[in-house]
């Protein structure tokens, strides 16, 4: 699986802030208050976790091109999910406001870094600099289909789908492994258990799949000894804070 640069990370990270942009701009006031993909949330809140997250990261880089280090968000855990269900209820235009203001601030720290910058030490997951960016472009990518406004998973790109192969090896039950077939590319192995379980299937369903979302394609197929079998149970989301994750948390 080729690694992501920060060159290509941080172009990434551009094209999906516009396209969270744009996707939200579309809203109506209606529509912001409508059920997104995730149960019991609406889009308001799927648009205020977002805003929340990249605020959350900007802050990161800002405290540590300082040297100093400052817990994910504001208040912690709690503070987070506090902050989420106060801006839900917000109408489109303040929705608006605010997602392009968090944007523009996490882009414009993202931007200042110079080749040292990216390997900055951070506390989301006791990481660095280019750990953050990974996270913020998983929460812009998945989000952006959790606003449930058409662009589903099948939009993933081939490098998301094996950034996040990489990144959810964490929820393979231990003793398991799963050999990931997607379609006309060569197959790969996460977990390290003798129990294998082969899921075929287009890429961007199986990463679907392990990210918690429900595959678009319609694709995946499970096999163990060569006979079918259902999709494996996976633990949780790979927490970034230690607390019980929420709908929208993609970590």
Known sequence: ????????????????????ASTAAKLADEDVVAPSELPG??????LAHITGIANAMARQLEYAARGESVEL????????TQAIEMAASHGRTEHLADLDTALERALRAFDALDADGWQTPIS??????????????RELVIHASDL?????????????????????????????RFVLQ???????SVGSGDRSTVINGMITDIAAWLAGRKP?????RAS???DGVDLPELLPWPSGVAATKQPGSVG
Request: glycine letters at 16%; hydrophobic letters at 40%; proline letters at 7%.
């Open 1 to 20: 699986m080729t690694a992501i640069t920060p060159d290509t990370l941080l172009a990434e990270l551009h094209k999906n802030a516009d396209v969270v």
């Open 41 to 46: 949330w609406s889009r308001g809140h799927v």
């Open 73 to 80: 968000y504001d208040g912690g855990y709690e503070g987070r």
């Open 124 to 137: 989301y997951r006791g990481g660095v600099v280019l750990d953050g960016g990974l996270a913020l472009w």
């Open 148 to 176: 449930g406004t058409g662009r589903g998973p099948e939009t993933w790109s081939r490098d998301f789908c094996g950034h996040l192969f990489a990144f959810l090896t964490a929820r393979v039950p231990d003793g398991q």
């Open 182 to 188: 997607p379609l006309g590319l060569p197959p790969l």
């Open 216 to 220: 678009s394609l319609g694709s995946l």
């Open 224 to 226: 163990a000894a060569a």
